[in-house]
């Protein structure tokens, strides 16, 4: 029996135009490439699996491939091949996180020098360059300035605020955006598709939700949801693996805090109790729904919004003020952290449920009598 490719490394995309996303960077990569104007420093930043590596890959086949530079590698001579399978001379990847020492990062300079063995450009992958410490960057600035004309250097982080204003001012940077659940599920469906695999569409909404923008832990998620679901994909299984409720109990919870219905939150308390034991993921479910309430109450539908679809939470918006949003958001927060120090999970849900009914700012005030 063959190995088995998990899905993220099998449809790792190997062109631009195999990308999910990043128009905005793409766009002016392929322009820069189409017109020869060819920086010696790219810095990608963005959060994780959302394509810096990938992008990184790409640029090298497209400095090296042997057709000549391009935006569209071939993806089929020695060179697009072995850059596809890992072992180009001359890409040379660098995981900062483990290489911090200036030891290292020495090391690394001194084969600046030399030129490329099999290529046109020798291309430094700098992964979480963030990592380096001081003296590693002190001693990589001046190579990153003025490198060799056969060198070219690419810098991933997913935590720029921590690179020294000195070697940012010296690459040409682009910030990577978390994916849209609509970019994600798109792709998931055209992976599941190619690989004969059924599935429910509300559970690809919710695989698309929980990898929070990243493409990469949305196909990780997915091949879980795949192994635990015997070989498919379903809503039910999904909300099992990723340990979130059904939309519409959280639907439900919002709608009797916003009525302020005390009568009617005894039977919803005891059904989500039945349905997931997870006390504290229901605090964060809650909380992200409040988060994205408050977002939508700014951004309106412009806002990127991942705990619910977009129209449950424009309906949900209209019915808490933004003072409300505020106070419920701490309130849901304040009761995780005392999960540790409450009897149980479900009085510890309770509570915080109970706050949020008591602190319900729509509640009349009593009138003073004046004297």
Known sequence: MADYTVLARKYRPQSFEDMVGQKHVLAALINALET???????????????GKTTIARILAKCFNCEKGITAHPCGECESCRAIANGNYPDLIEIDAASRTKV????????????KPIAGRYK?????????????SFNALLKTLEEPPEYVKFILATTDPQKLPVTVVSRCLQFQLKALSIDDIKGQLKYVLDEEKISYEEDGLVELARAARGSMRDALSLTDQAIALGGGKVTLEGVYDMVGTLDSSYLIEILKVIAT???AALSGVLNTVASVTPDFDTLHLSLARVFHDIALYQVAGSKADIYSLRSDVIAELSGLFSPEEVQLYYQIILEGRRELPFAPDGMSAFEMTMLRLLAFNLKKKQPVVSER
Request: a negative charge; glycine letters at 10%; aromatic letters at 6%.
């Open 123 to 135: 291309v430094y992958l700098i992964d979480e360059v963030h990592m380096l410490s001081t003296s």
């Open 103 to 114: 030891e290292d990062t020495r090391e690394i300079l001194e084969n600046v020098q030399y």
């Open 260 to 262: 302020n219905d005390g």
């Open 36 to 50: 020869g104007r060819l920086h010696h420093a790219y810095l990608l930043t963005g959060t994780r699996g959302v």
